[in-house]
């Protein structure tokens, strides 16, 4: 994908993130559509879209909406990371493993997100964040399938073609 389209891409979720989502939020939690832009782009995509601009819109992100700077940028590094590693072992055409890797992504993220924001001195409990999880990732999760069913058709041209599956052997 052009860097220019995924830039556009994440403006618009950016966007959304701070305006619109907050309409849809249940008990405060809304859909990250960063993070599902993120996973999708770093799970689909070969090259690092999703890992460099994941990194400059955490980066606004905090700057226009959190109390610290830099932590959301690392969190969506670590989850790109990991994301990445497990690319090379799932494959991308598998429903499943989008639903797996973006449920674990979900977690990874918050769990981060919240260690740093502890040790900041966070007003936050251990308990609050737990009792926000199922939210985050039922949003999340819905987000990322939606868009790895909207970006596969441009990764993966004739994807369920069976001479596509000899044609790798």
Do not use: H
Not at 81 to 90: A, D, H, K, S
Not at 94 to 102: G, K, R, T
């Amino acid at each position: 994908m052009k860097m220019r389209f995924a830039v556009i891409i994440f403006f618009v979720a950016f966007l959304l993130q701070g305006t619109v989502l907050n309409l849809f939020a249940i008990n405060g939690a809304t859909p990250n559509l960063i993070l599902c832009l993120v996973v999708v782009f770093s799970f689909l995509y070969e090259d690092f879209n999703g890992l460099i601009l994941g990194v400059v819109f955490g980066l606004l992100t905090d700057s226009c909406m959190a109390q610290y700077v830099g932590v959301a940028a690392f969190s969506y590094l670590i989850v790109c990371l990991i994301v990445i590693n497990m690319r090379e072992t799932i494959n991308k055409e598998n429903i499943a493993s989008i639903i797996i890797v973006s449920v674990g992504s979900t977690l990874i993220y918050n769990f981060i997100y919240y260690l740093i924001n502890a040790g900041f001195g966070s007003i936050y409990s251990l308990t609050y964040w737990l009792k926000l999880q199922p939210i985050y990732i039922l949003y999340n999760s819905a987000i990322v399938f939606l868009l790895y069913l909207i970006f596969i058709k441009k990764v993966i041209k004739y994807r369920n073609d069976r001479y596509l599956i000899w044609k790798k052997y």
